[in-house]
């Protein structure tokens, strides 16, 4: 029987065989399912960009070949926006319905969803929330309004609105003076750190700065004819005295120092007028601080317009746009703003151009690849997008289709150091060391130094790498000061460039008066005159000049002044008595002129003590302080010449209009009050001494 029962028990054991096999197979297949769900759960959420749908061509033009690996793809605006609003509906929907756990829950989910894809600003919803905060503190909820400003704070991070919001909150819901009073504060650093980062605050003192400018050279031409006003009357009148009569030459004196005034249309050149006149009778430091200023006028107005300029082109989002994405590195969030751009501008290919940049930082070769197909679709004529498609097959190490695009490029430029340098790289990768040579030796040619500067870019890692093709920043900067943006060629304008622009800039009437003020002072001044020019004496302050005395008399005096203070030898009573009650007077108004010009201007008393160094400082810091502080104090100035000096740009917007602060008025209001406390603490020091 055992002999009988054997092949079955080899065959039972056969069949147990198999069905362990047939167990374990089936359990790996469960396992793997298991695994695929989980990754799908785990991938839920992820953004992946959609294939692009392949482009129909002519028989005649075979498509290019481009990396097909989804993995490849990058950033996918319109799903992250459709989420992202559909999140935040969501949220609005939980706090209609007064159900506020689901809504907080929902405010981390789109905190957790924009750290997973990588956006770390959120501008448009910030500003919502704040709105939303301002609504609840209205409404007394100061709990919610709270919340809102958490999560402005985590899609804005670092914004002063929200700090200052913030505070508000605090203030008004009685949480303490303290706390309030540090979110102030923290809010304020803040605002001044955006003002410094987005160069905004840098402007505006700028501007102020180059405003104050002319301001003090408009004051300091003031202060000079003030002084020197009685000194020219009595040069005219002993003139018209001694050819004419003398009774001409007091109205005459009069008629030639306000004659731009009696012209009408020189008297907004006032002030250049009384530099000339005055500048024959003004000390040496009076001399070099008016060259000084008239210098600064000459170039303040192209330094003003250039000024503006940089304004426009640091507060312009697309601008500042485009020049991140032509500088700073890949992220979602600069995709998020050139995608918006390339919407906004579908025909233009430099902002596909510089889309496709991105991409190819951040490897998603896949979209760069396509950005740059449309980009020659576009502009046929770019061969720098033909350079960059041959990096990514580089990239990919795919280098004879690397080297096929840079010949290509070659092709339309062949000029191009950057794709001959490419090129010899492509075939060392790929062994061809005779080609790569060809190469290198033609690019060499061109241009040496570039290609030496290019080789001198590798030595970081240690491994060759290919250079992409960018738009220069200067091209940018050279498009705006050209009063455009850039072109759909993404180079500059054929024209003078920034120097020829900037040069161009002198050609305007301030700068040409400023000029011929200059050489008419100094032409004035230089002029050979029989014993100089008209003096004032200093302690009575009647004028004389050579016809009143001698040279060998002292030089600051009068001449009754010289015998009753430095020789000493006495007048007569009631000519002394005279004397002294002239000398107390004129002391006593220039004490009043002196003092009450110091406190409306700080500085301008140091100037007409002869302090002139000092004073000017004084002035120019007031008068950019006070500038940045209360731009509106230059509307009657705008009015009186007519000038369009854009005052628009002095004063800072915020969306929403508040809660903000605005860091240049805080910053000049500070400066105004240092600077006047330091000029009166310094003169009271100087009259108790």
């Known amino acids: 029987m ?187 650093r803040a605002a001044i750190t955006e003002g410094v980062r987005d160069f905004s605050l840098v402007n505006r003192i700028l501007l102020s700065l180059i405003l104050g400018l002319l301001g003090t050279t408009l004051l300091f031409s003031i202060m000079m004819v003030l002084r020197y006003q009685i000194p020219f009357r009595h040069e005219v009148e002993e003139w018209f005295g001694a050819r004419v009569r003398s009774a001409v030459g007091r109205p005459v004196g009069y008629a030639l120092l306000v004659l731009p005034f009696l012209t009408w249309v020189g008297a907004g050149w006032a002030c250049f007028y009384w530099l000339i006149i005055t500048f024959r009778f003004m000390r040496r430091s009076e001399r070099a601080a008016t060259i000084l200023l008239l210098l600064a006028t000459f170039l303040a107005v192209p330094a003003y317009r250039v000024a503006v300029t940089v304004y426009g082109i640091t507060t312009d989002p697309v601008t500042r746009t485009t020049m991140e994405a032509a500088t700073g590195p890949y992220s979602p ?47 046929p004529g770019r061969y720098e997008a033909l350079i960059n498609i041959g990096n990514i097959y580089y990239e990919l190490q795919n280098f004879d289709e690397a080297g096929a695009f840079y010949l290509r490029s070659l092709e339309q430029h062949p000029d191009s150091v950057l794709a001959l340098y490419n090129l010899h790289r492509s075939h060392a990768e790929g062994f061809r060391f005779t080609a790569s040579e060809e190469a290198l030796t033609r690019a060499q040619n061109l241009d040496s130094e570039r290609v030496t500067a290019l080789m001198a870019g590798e030595e970081g890692d240690g491994r060759s790498h290919v250079v992409p093709a960018v738009i220069d920043i200067g091209t940018i900067w050279n498009a705006a000061f050209a009063g455009g943006a850039l072109h759909e060629t993404g180079r500059a304008k054929s024209g003078p460039g920034v120097t020829g622009l900037l040069a161009a800039q002198l050609v305007n009437p301030v700068s040409i008066a400023a000029l011929l003020t200059l ?171």
């Open 2 to 188: 055992i002999n009988r029962l054997q092949p079955k028990a080899e065959r039972n054991k056969g069949i147990g065989s198999r069905m362990i096999g047939f167990r374990f197979g089936k359990a790996l297949i469960c396992l793997a399912c298991c695994l695929a769900v989980s990754f799908a759960v785990a991938e839920q959420g992820k953004i992946r960009l959609r294939q692009s749908a392949p482009e129909v061509r002519s028989e005649a033009e075979p498509a290019p070949r481009g990396p097909s690996d989804s993995s490849l793809s990058g950033f996918d605006y319109e799903a992250f926006e459709n989420r992202l609003q559909s999140h935040w509906f969501q949220r609005k929907a939980f706090l209609a319905e007064g159900r506020e756990n689901d809504a907080l829950r929902q405010s981390e989910r789109i905190q957790a969803f924009c750290t997973e894809e990588g956006i770390g600003r959120l501008r448009g919803l910030a500003d919502a929330l704040i709105v939303e905060s301002d609504h609840h503190l209205i409404r007394g909820n100061f709990t919610k309004a709270l919340e809102a400003l958490d999560l402005a704070e985590q899609l804005d991070p670092g914004r002063s609105q929200v700090r200052l919001a913030r505070a508000g909150v605090l203030w008004k819901s009685g949480r303490g003076t303290f706390p309030a009073l540090a979110e102030f504060l923290s809010g304020l």
């Open 333 to 379: 969030s600069r995709i998020v703003d050139m995608q918006k751009l390339v919407e906004a501008h579908p025909e233009d290919a430099t902002y596909r151009f510089l889309l496709a940049g991105l991409y190819a930082k951040g490897q998603f070769f896949n979209d760069a690849f396509n950005e740059y197909q449309k980009v020659l679709e576009i502009d």
């Open 519 to 689: 050489i008419l002072a100094i032409l004035l001044g230089r002029l050979p005159a029989e014993k100089g020019p008209a003096r004032r004496c200093i302690r009575c302050g009647r004028p004389f000049c050579h016809r009143c005395k001698t040279g060998r008399e002292g030089h600051e005096y009068c001449s009754q002044c010289l015998h009753l203070f430095v020789l000493g030898d006495g007048l007569a009573p009631e000519t002394k008595t005279k004397k002294m009650f002239e000398v107390e007077s004129y002391e006593k108004r220039l004490r009043v002129v002196r003092s009450g010009i110091g406190w409306l201007f700080p500085g301008s008393s140091h100037v007409l003590r002869g302090r002139i160094l000092a004073g000017c400082l004084f002035l120019i810091g007031w008068f950019t302080a006070v500038l940045m502080w209360q731009p509106v104090a230059l509307l009657p100035l705008e009015k009186f010449t007519g000038f369009d000096l854009r005052l628009d740009l002095l004063y800072s917007g915020a969306v929403p209009a508040s809660p903000a602060v605005n860091a240049a008025a805080i910053l000049g209001l500070a400066g105004a009050i240092l600077i006047w406390l330091a000029v009166v603490v310094g003169r009271s020091k100087r009259r108790e001494s």
